[in-house]
């Protein structure tokens, strides 16, 4: 019998990219042969490579909300990457397309509708990105994380699955994370500052302006994106940076007690499932859709984070709150214990399943 086929999409950050790794293994047991379609240079070849599963690369056009010269001329390079994937889809004959948002997904899913294969796609923050209002009419149907994403899906195609968690980050160890930080004081709690896999500048300058105030209290793990080390900091006792971590991960977040992070769907829900006590700091609506701030509030009124404005963040407050978080820790705790939201692995996977094309 012929084995399933399935090609995942997603692509321009980390965000969407890594939520398809926590599917992979599934349906690699399910009996479905996987494979990916991203662009040549995007983040989500270089996540991608060490899972053993063909890559094709396709042109496609970025999606701007602002003016930019390239306005012009990308959407030929999107209508370059529907051509492209129209002829791997017919050469590779998928029984259906998972699509996790971001730019490059969008030549991909009108490609797949065209050729009549299924698309299902995947929504992490509570309403849905540029690309995947894009996408949407022609997707069969759009996984949800938040139950207030639902009204936001037209067509009636929005169902809650939650987020898919990846089992290597439920399965880390507090002992590795404390090895690969080397950090001698074993007794103090565990900091872990993470700004997006791009970077936050205004946090990684607050953590900055206060280290001093925070090192004689906890151990700290500091993720501050890639070209944003400072090597003054370097060698300082119970401080460790990081540009970016990827296997490691899973140890450096079960080592953290407390967690100061950007408030993106992914890494929220991923802090929910871990049950880590945390301060959000979402991105402002001058650099983003504001995607971040109503992630971050409903994380608020569901006791599960305390949430800075990025507008408001300052070195005094960033402590006051860091004192309030661990004061208050249990009550986080229980909150996140008691939360409804579970990983969306299973739940995904059973879409995809009662959807996909059989041959």
Do not use: W
């Amino acid at each position: 019998m012929e084995k399933h086929k399935i090609i995942m999409t997603g692509g321009g950050s980390a965000g969407h990219v890594t939520p398809n790794l926590a599917l992979i293994p599934k349906l690699l047991a399910l009996g479905y042969e996987v494979q990916y379609i991203g662009t040549k240079n995007g983040i989500e070849k270089d996540i991608i490579k060490g899972q053993n599963i063909k890559y094709h690369v396709i042109s496609s056009g970025k999606l701007r909300r602002y003016f930019d010269i390239k306005n012009f001329s990308d959407p030929f390079r999107v209508l370059a990457g529907v051509i492209q994937a129209i002829g791997i889809m017919k050469k590779e004959r998928p029984n259906i397309v998972f699509s996790k948002g971001g730019f490059v997904t969008v030549p991909v899913v009108i490609a797949a509708h065209f050729c009549k294969v299924p698309v299902i796609a995947h929504e992490s923050d509570i309403t849905p990105g540029l690309a995947n209002r894009l996408a949407t009419p022609y997707c069969t149907k759009v996984c949800v994380t938040f139950p207030e994403s639902i009204k936001n899906i037209k067509g009636n195609k929005g169902v809650l699955t939650g987020t898919p968690i990846r089992k290597e980050l439920l399965e880390g160890s507090k002992i590795k994370g404390f090895t690969l930080c080397k950090f001698s004081d074993v007794n103090k709690p565990v900091l872990f500052i993470i700004g997006g896999s791009l970077g936050s500048k205004i946090i990684n300058d607050t953590i900055r302006k206060c280290i001093n105030n925070i090192l004689p209290k906890y151990n700290v793990i500091h993720i501050c994106g890639k070209g944003n080390l400072d090597k003054s900091l370097e060698g300082k006792r119970g401080y460790r940076q990081f540009e970016y971590v990827s296997e490691g991960l899973p140890d450096l977040m079960n080592a953290a007690d407390l967690v100061i992070s950007r408030a993106g769907a992914n890494v929220i829900f991923e802090l929910l499932a871990l049950k880590k006590p945390n301060i959000l700091i979402p991105l402002s609506r001058k650099s983003s859709r504001g995607d971040q701030i109503l992630n971050a509030e409903s994380f608020r009124k569901h006791g599960y984070s305390i949430v800075i404005e990025e507008e408001t963040l300052n070195d005094k407050l960033l402590m006051d709150k860091l004192e309030e978080l661990y004061r208050d820790k249990l009550k986080y705790i229980k909150a996140m214990n008691e939360s409804p939201v579970k990983n969306g692995v299973n739940n995904i996977i059973s879409i995809i399943e009662k959807y996909s094309k059989r041959a």
